[in-house]
């Protein structure tokens, strides 16, 4: 079964930048053929789609908060999903996860956190 692990997540100042990887675990195994997405989740929040990519990367969607900031990207070849974050904001601050789009529930793992200090 995959298992996408989240790393890449750290504290930064407001203007910084961060790159969040999405690595598979486990030989042999590969989220390659899957939509994939970001998530995350603030405290007290419910967790919410911020970036997702097709399969082929022919498309991608972003949340409105993180328009012209945030760019997502995939290297199928090997098996991995990236968040390019920009001009961060003490609004970004949550855990980071990746997962499918639909998510699979089997997928959530630990995620990454990131924080924003003002």
């Known amino acids: 079964q995959v298992q996408p692990v989240e790393s890449g997540g750290g504290l930064v100042q407001a203007g910084g930048s961060l790159r969040l990887s999405c690595a598979a675990s486990?030989?042999?195994?590969?989220?390659?053929?899957?939509?994939m997405g970001w998530y995350r989740q603030a405290p007290g929040k419910e967790r919410e789609l911020v970036a997702a990519?097709?399969?082929?990367?022919?498309?991608?969607y972003y949340e409105d908060s993180v328009k012209g900031r945030f760019t997502i990207s995939r290297d199928n070849a090997k098996n991995a999903v990236y968040l390019q974050m920009d001009n961060l904001k003490p609004e970004d601050t949550a855990v980071y996860y990746c997962?499918?789009?639909?998510?699979?529930?089997?997928?959530w793992g630990r995620g990454t956190q990131v924080t924003v200090s003002s």
């Open positions: 997962n499918a789009r639909p998510p699979v529930r089997i997928w």
């Open positions: 990519i097709t399969w082929n990367s022919a498309s991608t």
């Open positions: 486990g030989h042999g195994r590969t989220f390659s053929s899957h939509h």
